[in-house]
């Protein structure tokens, strides 16, 4: 973790603000590190697909057959937001994808 001669990054001062009154966001995710903050949106629409019948259990495997495995997204780190991938290569890697 980068530390600070400044304050204490990790102190939950630095959350107070999310129970406090002054808070007017809900069903939001903050990352609070420090001096950095960020929201995060988990739950985007990323794609759709429809049937006109009750989905088999192949069907779902091949209407998303042409949808990555994994994204690219900037992401919260210690020291402020990067570029990653979700889920990560060595997730993929174990589950043989």
Not at 14 to 40: K, Q
Not at 57 to 85: C, D, K, M, Y
Request: charged share 20%; proline share 9%.
């Amino acid at each position: 973790m980068p530390t600070s001669d400044d304050f204490d990054r990790h102190t939950p001062d630095h959350v107070a603000y999310l129970a406090s009154n002054l808070c007017r966001f809900t069903s939001r995710v903050f990352a609070i590190e420090g001096p950095d903050v960020a929201i995060y949106d988990p739950a985007a629409l990323v794609g759709e697909w429809k049937t006109e019948t009750q989905w088999t259990l192949s069907e779902p495997a091949q209407a998303l057959s042409n949808t990555p495995n994994q994204i690219s997204s900037r992401g919260f780190f210690p020291g402020g937001p990067v570029q990653h991938n979700r889920p990560s290569g060595r997730t993929l890697k174990s589950l043989g994808a």
